[in-house]
């Protein structure tokens, strides 16, 4: 998977608590992207990044930040979990704009 | 494995026949365009990409087809495999670094 790694797999957590899910590559990447792929949905953005400390809003940020203190690794954080943030959360990375984007394995995250 | 059971439109073909799988995108700004297919259990793979200033691109068995016009897209696979059964997704980026996908569509090949 272009040397990706998302951490961890698997989580089950209670609803309020906080939850950070990583994203590492070895790839040297630009870019960086947080996804949540739901029933019905399909693939949508959380959060990007285009640099260290460069990041914005995709089109369902509400209750998720994310933090890029370094190329490698691009963090997603849950505030507050909700039974809503249920889902499968993929991280991607590429070189450019105009350059395709790589997939990690996913992180399957239930808040019960 | 990571996978979503998704309700979405579904094609069935049979093994050895040709399949197009249509995507509608939505914003005219778009300039780059690529289809991905998802496994069962894995993340979206790349498939092929085309950019706004072409119509047409060519792959190994696969063909994508862009019409600016309709604001539509298109995957042909050639000869389908049983390998080839998945869902599959067309991605499109604006002005922005934002890589917006469609909902996807389920490829099922009879044997």
């Known amino acids: 998977d272009a040397g990706i790694t998302q951490s961890p797999r698997h989580k089950v957590t209670e609803t309020g608590t906080p939850v950070t899910l990583r994203c590492h590559q070895t790839e040297n990447h630009r870019y960086m992207y947080w996804y949540r792929q739901d029933p019905g949905h399909g693939l949508r953005l959380i959060h990007y990044?285009?640099?260290?400390?460069?990041?914005d809003k995709g089109e369902v940020s509400d209750g998720y930040s994310v933090s890029r203190s370094k190329t490698e690794d691009f963090l997603l954080t849950l505030e507050s979990a909700t039974s809503s943030q249920t889902s499968v959360y993929f991280c991607?990375?590429?070189?450019?704009?105009?350059?395709?984007?790589?997939f990690g394995q996913g992180t399957r995250l239930t808040v019960v | 494995g990571e996978s979503v059971g998704l309700h979405l439109p579904t094609l069935s073909v049979q093994e050895g026949d040709n399949s197009i799988i249509n995507c509608a995108y939505s914003n005219s700004a778009s300039d780059y365009f690529i289809w991905y297919k998802q496994e069962s259990g894995k993340g979206p793979q790349f498939i092929i990409d085309?950019?706004?200033?072409?119509d047409k691109r060519q792959g190994q068995r696969v063909t994508v087809l862009l019409n600016k016009t309709v604001k539509h897209l298109s995957l042909q696979i050639a000869a389908t495999q049983p390998g080839d059964s998945a869902v599959y997704f067309c991605a499109e980026r604006g002005s922005s670094y934002k890589l917006i996908f469609g909902s996807g569509t389920r490829l099922l090949v009879r044997p």
């Open positions: 990044s285009y640099g260290v400390k460069d990041t």
């Open positions: 085309i950019r706004s200033n072409m």
């Open positions: 991607a990375i590429s070189t450019g704009m105009n350059t395709e984007a790589f």
